[in-house]
């Protein structure tokens, strides 16, 4: 398969680069900027350079053309201003969605957050502009003719990995190592598990396959 991730160089898209790539899948990262592409490159990934937060939706329709699926695990990141996660987080995930409806691409996997939310069931604190942007993003992925999954994980670590998880609708709040989070991904998009479905995701004791199975 080939599956395009839109924030190829974060944490989680690394490491779902290099599971697919061992798994003889071509990944495809798309970075802003060049100098990331070395990292790519290492990972597995092919690269597309690529603004998602100053290009249409062509372009980034074009950078999706004859992909099988596509993962948006872009983010603004710890220490950005308000503003550009409203810009990346919701608006570019929104983009990349659409995109993907144009470029006739039909599997779409979205890194959300545990807590992601609209309206008045923004929880106040420090985190809500974040969540609402989440929230906002994944209620507009839902209205599209896409068969999409939306996957919240809880808060995440560097932990070496487990290959054990608990899903749901709903999970206790606790801590998952981001190469827990790749493996959920890399199954979730190469077998088609949990369409059109909206899940958080924990560590916990259940093999991946078995707990994304149960859903």
């Known amino acids: 398969m080939r599956i395009v991730i839109a924030g190829g160089h974060g944490t989680i898209a690394l490491l779902l680069s290099r599971r697919l790539a061992d798994a003889g899948h071509q990944p495809v990262g798309i970075i802003r900027n060049p100098n990331q592409a070395a990292d790519l490159a290492r990972a597995g990934s092919d690269v597309i350079e690529l603004d998602l937060e100053n290009s249409p939706v062509t372009d980034v329709a074009a950078a999706l053309v004859g992909a099988d699926a596509a993962v948006f695990a872009a983010g603004a990141g710890p220490g950005s201003g308000d503003a550009r996660k409203l810009s990346l987080d919701r608006d570019g995930a929104i983009l990349f969605a659409n995109a ?104 916990g004791g259940v093999p991946v396959d078995e707990a994304l199975s149960a859903l």
């Not at 599997?107 to 906002?136: C, N, Q």
């Open 100 to 203: 993907a409806v144009a470029a006739g691409v039909r599997r779409l996997v979205v890194v959300s957050s545990i807590g992601a939310a609209t309206g008045t069931d923004v929880p106040d604190g420090d985190m809500a502009v974040y969540l609402l942007a989440k929230g906002e993003a994944d209620a507009a992925v839902q209205q599209l003719d896409l068969d999409w999954t939306i996957v919240r994980p809880v808060s995440l670590t560097n932990d070496s990995p487990t290959g054990l998880v608990t899903v749901g609708a709903t999970v206790e709040h606790g801590s998952i190592p981001r190469a827990d989070v790749a493996a959920v991904l890399a199954a979730v998009v190469t077998d088609g598990l949990a369409p059109r479905t909206v899940f958080e995701v924990t560590g």
